[in-house]
């Protein structure tokens, strides 16, 4: 019976491979909405047709601009953020991005708010889920300002684990494009299913971040 053994060198390179997976990870799950973004932003520079499904951005493009630049930026930035080895070599690297990150990530999340409270929004968009884009709107803002302070009071852990928060939240756009498309595929979606689907993106990326939160915190 043979045995492998692994080389000293061989190590290090097998597992910066494997935590570059995660940001790669994320790049994905974020591809759609970003994607999404880019062509709206095309579509308001060009004078596209307009919709009854894009009138309000064209009626007041403003917010729906700072909102896809901002977590267009907060997105693809940040999933860089959560590779250990980047850190660790570069952690000039890691302070920079992070006083981009979060300044995105606030006008990524207020713009949100912005066009929840002033877009005639469709009635897919109804019900519920207004005040539920608040709450999590809310809670990403909160989430970026508690890891500001953290990080100036040098809390380190604190900050990895509102950052971590922050980063579940806002990349929640990506997971709600697979919670959506049960209700897609079988007769679409009106304003309750979409709520109900809205929210557990919301929530399965929050108990993924808690989960990775709790196994990063060492035990006493």
Request: charged share 15%; aromatic share 8%; net charge positive.
């Amino acid at each position: 019976m043979t045995r492998t053994i692994t080389s000293p060198v061989t190590r290090p390179r097998a597992r910066r491979s494997r935590e570059w997976l995660i940001p790669t990870s994320l790049l994905l799950l974020s591809a759609v909405p970003v994607l999404a973004g880019a062509l709206r932003l095309t579509s308001l520079a060009s004078g596209g047709d307009v919709t009854p499904d894009n009138v309000r951005f064209f009626a007041l493009p403003l917010p729906v601009i700072l909102h896809i630049l901002g977590a267009t930026t907060y997105l693809v930035l940040g999933a860089f953020q959560f590779v250990p080895s980047l850190r660790q070599r570069h952690p000039r690297y890691h302070r920079l991005a992070g006083r981009v990150l979060i300044p995105a990530g606030l006008v990524g999340a207020a713009s949100g708010l912005w066009m929840t409270a002033v877009y005639d929004l469709p009635a897919t968009d109804g019900g519920l889920l207004p005040l539920v884009r608040w709450v999590f709107g809310l809670a990403m803002i909160a989430a970026l300002v508690l890891g500001l302070v953290s990080v100036r009071r040098r809390e380190f852990a604190a900050h990895r684990a509102w950052m971590i928060r922050a980063y579940a939240i806002g990349i929640a756009a990506g997971t709600q494009v697979f919670t959506t498309l049960p209700w897609m595929l079988t007769g679409g979606l009106d304003a309750t299913s979409k709520t109900l689907a809205m929210t557990l993106g919301w929530v399965l990326n929050l108990a993924v971040a808690e989960a990775i939160i709790r196994r990063a915190t060492p035990r006493r």
